[in-house]
C-alpha cells in the first residue's frame, strides 16, 4: 500500500494468529487504544465497527467532528476515514465484525443492511443514548463481553443473535430522532442500491445503470430514493463520488490527475468542473482548507 493513502485495515490486524480469526473481535475501547495505537489517527477499514462509549471526547468522520458526551453508541461503516481526539477520558466496549459473520448461515439480502445506521441516510455516525435506554443495552453489552471472552459451545450463534437484539433496540432510538425526511424508513430497494452504490460507484456513474441492475427504470428508482432520503439517485450517486474524491484530496498525495482517473472521470478538467459544481471551490482549494485540520 502506498504511504501517501490513509491507512487502511483488515479486521485479522486484531488477531496475532489467523487460526484466532472468528470474524468477530471484542475489547474494551480504553485498552484496544493503547495496544492498536494505529487505530487512533485517521484510517478506514472493510469491515464494520460499533462502540458503546462513556465520558468525553471528540469521534471524527468524513470531515466531521461529533462531540461524545455521555452514554453513546457509534457505528463506522466500511470505507469511512475515522478517527479519535481528546479520547482520554472515554470508556466503554469496541465490536469488530464482518458482514460473513453477521450473516452466518443466512443467504442474501443481508438484514445487517436494513438497520438505518450502517450507510446512514442523514450522515451521523452516533447515537446518544438515554438512561431509560441504556440499562437494556447495557445488559446486552456484558453479555457479548462474556461470550466472546469464554467462548464457549456456539459462542458465535450466541454473539450473533446479541448482535441483531442489539441492533434492533438501537434501531428503536434511531427511529426516534428527529428526521427532515418524509419516511424514516429505508425501503430495501432503497438500501440494496446503497449497497451497491457503495461497491460499484466508481464503475457505475448513470442512474440507469443502476436501475437495471436492481430491475427498475431510471425514474422509478430517483422516486424510491428521494422519497427515503430526500435525495434523487442521481445526486446520491454523485455525493458518493464527491466523498471518495474528499477522502482521496484529504488523505493523499494523488494529482488532480490521478484522482480523476482513480474515479473514472473522462479528464482532469471534467473532474475539476464536478467538484466545483458540488462544492463551489477547486480541488485544490479543498485540499489546502482540510490538510491542516486533518493531519493532526
Known amino acids: 500500500m502506498p504511504n501517501d493513502k490513509v491507512p487502511f485495515f483488515s ?8 487460526s484466532g480469526f472468528e470474524g468477530i473481535y471484542i ?60 479520547y482520554d477520558q472515554l470508556t466503554g466496549v469496541m465490536m469488530a465484525f464482518t458482514q460473513e459473520f453477521f450473516d452466518g448461515r443466512c443467504g442474501p439480502p443481508s438484514e445487517l443492511l436494513q438497520f438505518p445506521f450502517w450507510f446512514p441516510e442523514d450522515g451521523i455516525p452516533m447515537l446518544k443514548v438515554s438512561p431509560e435506554s441504556k440499562s ?29 437484539t442489539l441492533f434492533v433496540r438501537a434501531g428503536r432510538i434511531h427511529q426516534g430522532r428527529p428526521t427532515s425526511h418524509a419516511n424514516g424508513r429505508v425501503s430495501p430497494v432503497v438500501r440494496d442500491f446503497h449497497l451497491l452504490l457503495e461497491t460499484r460507484f466508481k464503475a457505475l456513474q448513470k442512474v440507469s445503470d443502476y436501475a437495471k441492475q436492481l430491475g427498475l427504470s431510471s425514474d422509478r428508482l430517483s422516486e424510491l430514493t428521494k422519497s427515503h432520503t430526500g435525495s434523487s439517485a442521481g ?21 488532480m490527475s490521478e484522482i480523476a482517473y482513480e474515479l473514472n472521470f473522462q479528464d482532469p478538467s471534467y473532474f475539476s468542473r464536478f467538484f466545483r459544481k458540488q462544492t463551489g471551490q477547486s480541488p ?13
Open 136 to 164: 437494556a443495552l447495557e445488559g446486552l453489552i456484558r453479555e457479548m463481553e462474556s461470550e466472546y471472552g469464554h467462548q464457549q459451545d456456539h459462542f458465535e450463534s450466541v454473539l450473533r443473535w446479541l448482535l441483531r
Open 284 to 296: 485544490g482549494d479543498f485540499r489546502s482548507s482540510v490538510t491542516a485540520t486533518f493531519s493532526d
Open 27 to 86: 475489547s474494551r475501547f480504553e485498552d484496544n487504544i493503547r495496544r492498536m495505537t494505529n487505530r487512533v489517527g485517521l484510517h478506514r477499514h472493510g469491515y464494520f465497527e460499533v462502540f458503546w462509549l462513556e465520558g468525553k471526547g471528540f469521534h471524527l468522520n468524513d470531515f466531521h467532528s461529533y462531540p461524545i458526551d455521555g452514554t453513546t453508541l457509534i457505528f463506522v461503516t466500511p470505507g469511512q476515514v475515522h478517527a479519535w481526539s481528546e
Open 235 to 255: 445526486e446520491l450517486i454523485r455525493g458518493r463520488l464527491l466523498l471518495e474524491s474528499q477522502r482521496l484530496l484529504a488523505h493523499t498525495h494523488l494529482t
Open 11 to 18: 479486521i485479522h490486524d486484531y488477531f496475532e494468529s489467523p
